[in-house]
Nanobody
């Protein structure tokens, strides 16, 4: 089994910063794409940022220039540095990975979510 543990959420004022982390553990041979999603109350889950195994990144237009996704392959960890936060960034943030297990099985896994609230 593969588990994802997220951390770093919290309450921050508009214009502030937060850094989210998500670490994968379990029978992992290789982690491929690592992605952050978010879901605000009453809205559908949306992609925030993704990073491939080779380090290529992609961002939602709404966060370009403010958020940065990065990864540490040795730790199977993905980060999301969020700067210049706005009230509309308030949501539960989820990490997601595509992985290959030692057995050769290819699967996906979701984190439990971490709340980010941007408010004065």
């Amino acid at each position: 089994q593969v588990q994802l543990v997220e951390s770093g959420g919290g309450l921050v004022q508009p214009g502030g910063s937060l850094r989210l982390s998500c670490t994968a553990s379990g029978s992992i041979f290789r982690v491929n794409a690592m992605t952050w999603y978010r879901q605000a109350p009453g809205k559908e889950r949306e992609l925030v940022a993704t990073i491939t195994g080779g380090g290529t990144t992609n961002y939602a237009d709404s966060v370009k220039g403010r958020f940065t996704i990065s990864r540490d392959n040795a730790k199977n960890t993905v980060y999301l540095q969020m700067n210049s936060l706005k009230s509309e960034d308030t949501a539960v943030y989820y990490c997601h990975i595509d992985f290959r297990a030692a057995s050769g099985y290819r699967g996906q896994s979701w984190g439990q979510g971490t709340q980010v609230t941007v408010s004065s």
